[in-house]
T-cell receptor
């Protein structure tokens, strides 16, 4: 079952612009994680935000979490062509510690 | 280098021919899992293991088997593959806690004809 739903499904921007991706989920969570996947390759963990946190930063990444709306956003500032990838949110439910539940992802294309 | 490895990376096989995809991690992680990735569906968990000799079903376990005889290895077995198991498969591991970062292997692209 899919927990996270990313929006938009695809995003196309120019280098230097900011990219914002959103994720909505259905059940109470312990934490939410964002992953990046280059075409056909393994996923790489970007950032984890716990349910009691509202915002987290890592380099050019900024993640927010609104548990009342069951949503999260990932902002990539000053995007680069190398940021072109698919981005997935994944949640760990409050009661289900044994698995991450992934959304379908957002495909980001950053054009030089 | 800390990593999760999978073999083979690419496999084309025929319906009914048993196959095994190996997964190995060198980080002494307790938790390992298998996912399949299909277009538009994201990643779905097949099986997971919390430690040696402890395995459990994920969301889509039908048609798959796993074993965890050693901490570092977690093979995925398809006893009688069918075309609907054509997919991209990922093995992953993490130290144990649910707030731990999960590390993914490079993926195995399986085609069942």
């Amino acid at each position: 079952s899919q927990q996270g739903e990313e929006d938009p499904q695809a995003l196309s921007i120019q280098e230097g612009e900011n990219a914002t991706m959103n994720c909505s989920y259905k059940t109470s969570i312990n934490n939410l994680q964002w992953y990046r996947q280059n075409s056909g390759r393994g996923l790489v963990h970007l950032i984890l935000i716990r349910s009691n946190e509202r915002e987290k930063h890592s380099g050019r990444l900024r993640v927010t979490l609104d548990t009342s709306k069951k949503s999260s956003s990932l902002l990539i500032t000053a995007s680069r062509a190398a940021d072109t990838a698919s981005y997935f949110c994944a949640t760990v439910s409050s009661g289900g510690y044994n698995k991450l539940i992934f959304g379908a992802g957002t495909r980001l294309a950053v054009h030089p | 280098e800390a990593q999760v490895t999978q073999n083979p990376r690419y496999l084309i096989t025929v319906t009914g021919k048993k196959l095994t995809v190996t997964c190995s991690q060198n980080m002494n992680h307790e938790y390992m899992s298998w996912y399949r990735q299909d277009p538009g569906l994201g990643l779905r968990q097949i099986y997971y293991s919390m430690n040696v000799e402890v395995t459990d079903k994920g969301d889509v376990p039908e048609g798959y088997k796993v074993s965890r005889k050693e901490k570092r290895n977690f093979p995925l077995i398809l006893e009688s593959p069918s075309p609907n198991q054509t997919s991209l498969y990922f093995c992953a591991s993490r130290p144990g806690g649910f707030t731990d970062t999960q590390y993914f292997g490079p993926g195995t692209r399986l085609t069942v004809l």
